[in-house]
């Protein structure tokens, strides 16, 4: 790879890690829907890799955008579900989801050799309960 295209890939992955986000206040999470789980998505405010924003999907779909310091949640069927999110590389987490409970993803960026890589990570309910609280909702589909 040539610097001229070296500049050209981080240039293309700060572009898209500019994705806007919008902030709602939130008091507290909403209950978990009967008969689903509810899976929050988390990213704690860093110095590392703040410019970078990646959104979340499971399969096709767009669920969410993770920023630094953000978070948002989503309701799912109990079972298997893989979410993913990627930059110039794809990161996958599968987490198994049951009925009537709150579970947590957190999101984190791990630098790679011209861009920031996402990488999810399912994270204990106390951890992620502690860490949600410091951060910003931001409202999914922006």
């Given at each position: 790879m040539t610097p001229?295209?070296?500049v050209l890939?981080?240039?293309?992955?700060l572009i898209a890690?500019?994705?806007?986000?919008?902030y709602?206040?939130?008091s507290e999470l909403p209950l978990v829907e009967q008969g689903r789980g509810l899976i929050?998505?988390?990213r704690p405010g860093?110095?590392?890799g703040a410019a970078l924003t990646y959104q979340v999907h499971e399969g096709e779909q767009l669920i969410g955008v993770l920023r630094s310091g953000t978070y948002?949640?989503?309701h799912c069927d109990p079972g298997t579900h893989t979410f993913w999110a990627q930059t110039v590389v794809r990161n996958s987490v599968a987490i198994d989801v049951v009925e009537g409970e709150m579970q947590y993803i957190k999101g984190d960026v791990t630098m790679g050799l011209f861009a920031g890589h996402p990488r999810l990570v399912v994270v204990k309910t106390d951890k992620g309960e502690a860490a949600v609280?410091?951060?910003k909702y931001a409202v999914p589909g922006n």
């Open positions: 001229r295209h070296a890939l981080i240039s293309l992955a890690g500019c994705a806007s986000v919008k709602e206040e939130l929050v998505f988390y860093r110095m590392g948002f949640y989503h609280a410091k951060l």
